[in-house]
């Protein structure tokens, strides 16, 4: 049984999303292990508490180093065993130390169609806000592997939401979480821990058999 951490910062329905998968029983060969929040007052927190999963809280600024603050992370993922780390809205920069311990193991939710509005300052409505700037008519939600690059590593999932006329920032951020995040993440993370997702040259390949 794979050890799963979920990293969250915020509302968590993501990691909700993730412990209602966990309780159908589709989540094979994984369960949650510990929810990380970078923040104490997360709403993911209750969620994780109610669930009853082990939660710790780990502010980056309490840390007077990256090394620090990165050391007191991999005690935490040692201490629970974790063999895949989730980002489920995750607002702190993992470092590349980090990334280099768990290569292929850290798995990133984004609220749009990478290479479309990503990278550094592209997060949580920032994303949908620049969606709507810019005026195209389909965006959505990728699942991807994270890697030295701001989200840019391999892709795992995506799945394409429409724009529609009068949304604001919050209308179509819920939507993506609807009809894309909340669908894609379990399913993400139900595929990796039955071992069907391989990674070749910076790109992925899934078992067929089950999507
Ligand atoms: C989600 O929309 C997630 O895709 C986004 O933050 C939100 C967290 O919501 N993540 C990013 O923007 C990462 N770049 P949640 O706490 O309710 O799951």
Known sequence: MLNIAVLVSGGGTNLQALIDAQNRSEILGGRIAVVISSKAEAYALERAKKAGI???????KEYSTQEDYDA???????????GLIV????MTI???NVIRHY??????????????????????????????????KLTGATVHF???????GPIILQKAVKVLEGDTPEILQ?????????ILLPKAV??????KITVHNGKTKIREDSI
């Open 54 to 60: 082990p939660t710790e809280t780990l502010i980056r």
């Open 72 to 82: 007191a992370l991999l005690r935490i993922l040692g201490r629970y065993q974790i």
């Open 87 to 90: 980002l489920a809205g995750f």
């Open 94 to 96: 993992i470092s590349d």
């Open 103 to 136: 290569e292929n193991k850290i798995i990133n939710v984004h609220p749009s169609l990478i290479p479309s509005f990503c990278g550094a300052g592209f997060y949580g409505l920032r994303v949908h806000r620049a969606v709507l700037e810019r005026g195209v």
């Open 146 to 152: 994270v890697n030295e690059v701001c989200d840019g």
């Open 174 to 182: 819920r939507r993506v979480m609807e009809q894309a995040e909340w």
């Open 190 to 195: 139900a595929l990796f821990c039955e071992g």
